[in-house]
């Protein structure tokens, strides 16, 4: 009942606070919007040259927002693609395929070949049960052969970069507005105030993740909802668990945001943990390559709770991986949490003992 | 020999860091009675009754609230607390910060609005109850932490400063009605003031001092003890001795 209390009350007040709602509800898509234009300046649709398509799958591929010009044989495709400016080169043969991508803006070519790549499957997946029931399901890979004619498949720097972007504001916007949210009431001295009430801590705990927890719920879907529909990012594997994932990582950074709020004394020391617990997770995220990392570096990517949520949303946004092939990192992210919450429960006593 | 006692305060030592703020005080405090905890700032007033209220507990010795030690969830249902500076929601309404509190008591909902009305009508709230407190002056500020204290109508009351900021008029209706809870309620009270004339409406006094209570008794008793016609000159003639 006071828990119920305690939501009301921190939905009340943001409900109130037009600026906290603005920065958690629009300041996000703001950003997004303008990474997405100064990353992927060209909206135009990418241009794939098909040699021996069936007309359903020219169909499809134009239905993916492809556009695609018809060739017969041709016999040198590297040639073909710079001559008549394409994206890509897509030559079917059977039920093996050959796409060939310009790959001079990697982010062009890599959408380019995901969005083919998914076309592609399912197009023999249907042709295989019609014609022979036979279920097992071929790996996209065995299907379709990639080459370049710029670069080779290692050239990602932007390719996996939004869906990174999506977790990362889930991330930083929760972390910011929950942590300013429990400081405020430490600064006001509405928290000693509380615990001369018969609340129990744990109860100031739940209220705040779940309050903060409904309004991080809302954000993340509106801005998975934008980045993928309106922003058109990629999205390969299923939508729900993109939304699962950035659900995990908005849990993470309100947790650690009320917990951190408790080592600051106002609003601008919140500020200050941002290039100290915000700015170097976007090194480990996967935006740079960890790999290339000196060693005693990369261990620090283990205690960076970004770095298995922007592995999880590249699994399932660009490889389409389903729930299980993720589950690992969003076990962890969920045990970075649970870390988190019981240190606040400690993290409270210095306001009552009980 | 407890059970008028409503509240015993044992040997109590608290200490910042270094900074002794509480030296071994005794004190109890009987039921149906209102104290004042009379002194100057930081002689230690605020740290004791936050101690009372068990927001802190002491460094030595011990406080029991209805024979309960503190710190005690369970007590806290029977304490209304009024901060020295008041903790209230900005950008609620008066109304939403009663309603707030009084859900974080045990109280049916009749009950809850029952109380809600009183509490803001002691004060005179009721014209504002539904103005952001962020409009609210000093004054009504503070008379709202007061109806906060009042709303779950606790056994014991904890003031600290309560009439800081408040006109006189209001004042002295604050007091008339604490009296009238002290008579027709048993209301145990604790109120802590660096005001004299406020301290000649309470039962006992205890005088608080660079953490020590360096006199303590009902007015008249004190008066008589020191020889003196008010509790100021008693003020100063127990200070001097300590020293
Ligand atoms: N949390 C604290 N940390 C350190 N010193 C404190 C703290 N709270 C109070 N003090 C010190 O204890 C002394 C008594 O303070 P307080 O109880 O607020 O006095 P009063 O309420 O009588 O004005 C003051 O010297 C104050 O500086
Ligand atoms: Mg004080």
Redesign the interface.
């Known amino acids: ?2 828990t ?3 939501i ?2 921190i939905l ?2 943001i409900l ?2 037009k600026r906290t709602l603005a920065l958690l509800f629009v300041a996000p898509l703001l950003v997004l919007t303008l990474m997405n234009l100064v990353f992927n300046g060209n909206t135009v649709d990418p241009v794939l040259g098909v040699a021996n398509g069936n007309q359903q799958l020219l169909e499809k591929l134009k239905g993916a927002d492809i556009e695609v010009k018809e060739y017969n044989k041709v016999s040198n495709v590297n040639e073909t693609i710079l001559d008549k400016n394409l994206d890509g080169f897509l030559q079917v043969d059977g039920n093996k395929a050959t796409i060939t991508l310009l790959n001079n803006d990697p982010s062009i070519a890599k959408s380019l070949e995901m969005k083919v790549k998914q076309t592609y499957s399912k197009e023999i997946q249907l042709k295989l049960m019609g014609a022979n029931a036979i279920r097992s399901e071929l790996p996209s890979q065995d299907l379709m052969k990639t080459n370049y004619v710029y670069g080779s498949s290692d050239t990602e720097l932007f390719d996996t970069f939004s869906p990174i972007l999506v977790g990362f504001f889930v991330f930083f916007f929760v972390f910011l507005i929950s942590g300013i949210g429990l400081l405020n009431e430490r600064t ?3 928290l ?9 801590r744990g109860e100031i705990v739940t209220g705040y993740l779940v309050g903060y927890g409904i309004l991080a719920v809302i954000q993340t879907i509106i801005i998975v909802l934008f980045a993928i529909n309106v922003l058109d990012m990629v999205l390969v594997g299923s939508i729900w668990n993109v939304i699962l994932i950035n659900i995990i990582v908005a849990l993470v950074a309100l947790s650690l945001g009320i917990l951190l709020s408790s080592f600051a004394s106002s609003e601008f020391q919140m500020i200050q943990f941002i290039p100290i617990i915000v700015v170097p997770q976007i090194f480990f995220s996967g935006i740079f390559s960890i790999e290339g990392m000196a060693e005693w570096l990369q261990v620090f990517a283990n205690f960076m709770p970004l770095y298995y949520a922007a592995d999880a949303l590249k699994g399932v946004m660009y490889e389409g991986l389903n729930l299980t092939d993720i589950s690992s990192n969003l076990y962890i992210l969920l045990a970075f949490s649970a870390v988190f919450i019981v240190l606040n429960l400690f993290a409270l006593k210095k ?4 | 020999m407890s059970e008028t006692n409503t509240i015993q305060i044992q040997e109590v030592t608290k200490s910042f860091g270094k900074k002794v703020v509480l030296k071994d005080i005794n004190f109890d405090i009987k039921e149906g009675c209102i104290y004042g905890f009379i002194g100057p700032s930081g002689a230690g007033k605020t740290t004791l009754v936050k101690m009372i ?5 002491p460094d030595k010795g011990f406080i029991y609230l209805l024979g309960k030690k503190m ?4 007590i ?2 029977q ?1 209304g ?1 009024m ?1 020295q ?8 309404t008066g109304k ?1 910060n009663l309603m ?2 009084a ?4 109280l049916d909902k009749t009950e809850k609005q029952k109380r809600i009305a009183y509490a803001a009508d002691l004060v005179n709230l009721t014209a504002d109850l539904n103005k ?1 407190v962020s409009a609210y002056s000093g004054g009504m500020k503070r008379r709202l932490s007061l109806a906060i204290a009042l709303i779950q109508n606790p056994k014991v009351l904890i003031l600290d400063e309560p009439t800081v900021g408040i006109d006189p008029e209001l004042r002295l209706s604050i007091w008339t009605e604490l009296l009238r809870l002290k008579n027709e309620e048993e209301k145990t009270i604790i109120v802590t003031t660096h005001v004299m004339d406020e301290a000649e409406k309470c039962d006992y006094i205890a005088m608080v001092r660079d953490g020590s209570f360096i006199a303590t008794g009902t007015p008249r008793q004190l008066k008589d003890q020191y020889e003196v016609n008010s509790l100021e000159e008693v003020f100063l003639d127990a200070g001097r001795k300590v020293q």
């Open positions: 009942m006071r119920v209390a305690l009301k009350r009340l007040q109130r606070d006001t001295g509405t000693e105030r509380l615990l001369a009430t018969p609340i129990k306001y009552r003992k009980l | 209220v068990g927001m802190d507990i710190p005690n969830l369970n806290l249902q304490i607390y901060a500076s008041d903790a209230l929601y900005m950008a609620l939403e707030f509190f859900s974080l008591f045990k952001r």
